[in-house]
Every structure is written in structure tokens, then in C-alpha cells.
Nanobody, 121 residues
Framework: QVQLVESGGGLVQAGGSLRLSCAAS????????MGWSRQAPGKERVFVAA????????YYADSVKGRFTISRDNAKNTVYLQMNSLKPEDTAVYYC??????????????WGQGTQVTVAS
């Protein structure tokens, strides 16, 4: 059972930046794609970004493309989400997730507890 612990959330002004980190337990981190989802108040959880097991391939939701960058460090069992040009509509709880295959996709099978990101207008 993988454990995923997010950090780096907080309050930021519109146009600002944040970097989220997710530390994963276990020895199989590098076998799976990793990614991020988010859930805004009163809405369903939606896909944000994913990175393949090697980090060579990424996949983004249209709403964040060009503003967010996902990356990973397999030596540190950590995945990152760099968020730039943040908008109030990016306000949500962000969840780190493990993919169900090595390929970057919107399909995940495990999630962390989440970290709150609030973007003030």
C-alpha cells in the first residue's frame, strides 16, 4: 500500500506561484506514473496533471496547460507540481495520486490526503 503525503499548499495572490510536493513511501515509486487531481468546493475531483514513470512524458488538463508543470525525482520518491500564473479558479484541495500504469494518464488508483491551495483575487 503506497502512502502519499502532500505539502506546499497555502494562500497566494492571483498571478502568483506555488510548488506542491508529494512524498511517496514504498519501493515501487518508479514503476508507476504519478499525478495530481484537485477538488474545488462543491465540485467533483478532477484531473490536473500526470507524469510517466521515467518523467519523460507528461499530460495536462486543458485548464492548466502552459501554467502548471509536473515533474518527479525517482531518487527521492517525490513528485512536484509547479503552479504559475495562478487564478482564483485554481482554488481547491490538491491531491497527489499514483497512476495505475507506467504511462501518464488520468487514471489513478491511490490518493494522498490533500493540500489546500487558495488563490485570492
Amino acid at each position: 500500500q503506497v502512502q502519499l503525503v502532500e505539502s506546499g499548499g497555502g494562500l497566494v495572490q492571483a498571478g502568483g506561484s506555488l510548488r506542491l510536493s508529494c512524498a511517496a513511501s514504498g519501493r515501487t515509486f518508479s514503476n508507476y506514473a504519478m499525478g495530481w487531481s484537485r477538488q474545488a468546493p462543491g465540485k467533483e475531483r478532477v484531473f490536473v496533471a500526470a507524469v510517466s514513470k521515467t518523467g519523460s512524458s507528461t499530460y495536462y488538463a486543458d485548464s492548466v496547460k502552459g501554467r502548471f508543470t509536473i515533474s518527479r525525482d525517482n531518487a527521492k520518491n517525490t513528485v512536484y507540481l509547479q503552479m504559475n500564473s495562478l487564478k482564483p479558479e485554481d482554488t481547491a484541495v490538491y491531491y497527489c495520486a499514483r497512476g495505475n500504469s507506467p504511462i501518464a494518464s488520468a487514471r489513478f488508483d491511490s490518493w494522498g490526503q490533500g493540500t489546500q491551495v487558495t488563490v485570492a483575487s
